[in-house]
């Protein structure tokens, strides 16, 4: 059973940065796209990163457009934990953010098909 656990949500300034850490546990990382979505009030849920590990060390990465160049998603496969740095964020960054997984995605990194989801943990950015 895949179980997913979000952790290092909080309130920053803008310009800032936050960390966020999901620890999987349950996922074939062989198989297995990881990935961070948010959703802010009255809005649809937004894919923000995406990974696939095929359970080596290089791995491959897709990013939402309005994150890119300012996040960065990253296994910990000790761990088994996804990690998303977030730097020079953004009032608009504002959201619950939550970490998912797809098993047998074969690799492919689109945002869609994610069926194990986390609590969520939030961040909240100020102007």
């Known amino acids: 059973q895949v179980q997913l656990v979000e952790s290092g949500g909080g309130s920053v300034q803008a310009g800032g940065s936050l960390r966020l850490s999901c620890a999987a546990t349950g996922v074939n990382w062989r198989t297995t796209c990881m990935g961070w979505f948010r959703q802010a009030p009255g809005k649809e849920r937004e894919a923000v990163a995406t990974l696939y590990t095929g359970g080596g060390q290089t791995y491959y990465t897709y990013y939402g457009d309005s994150v890119k160049g300012r996040f960065t998603i990253s296994p910990d496969n000790t761990e088994n934990t996804v990690n998303l740095q977030m730097d020079s964020l953004k009032p608009e960054d504002t959201g619950m953010y939550y970490c998912?997984?797809?098993?047998?995605?074969?690799?492919?990194?689109?945002?869609?098909?994610?069926?194990?989801w986390g609590q969520g943990t939030q961040v909240t950015v100020s102007s």
């Open positions: 998912a997984a797809r098993p047998q995605c074969l690799g492919v990194l689109s945002p869609t098909g994610y069926n194990y």
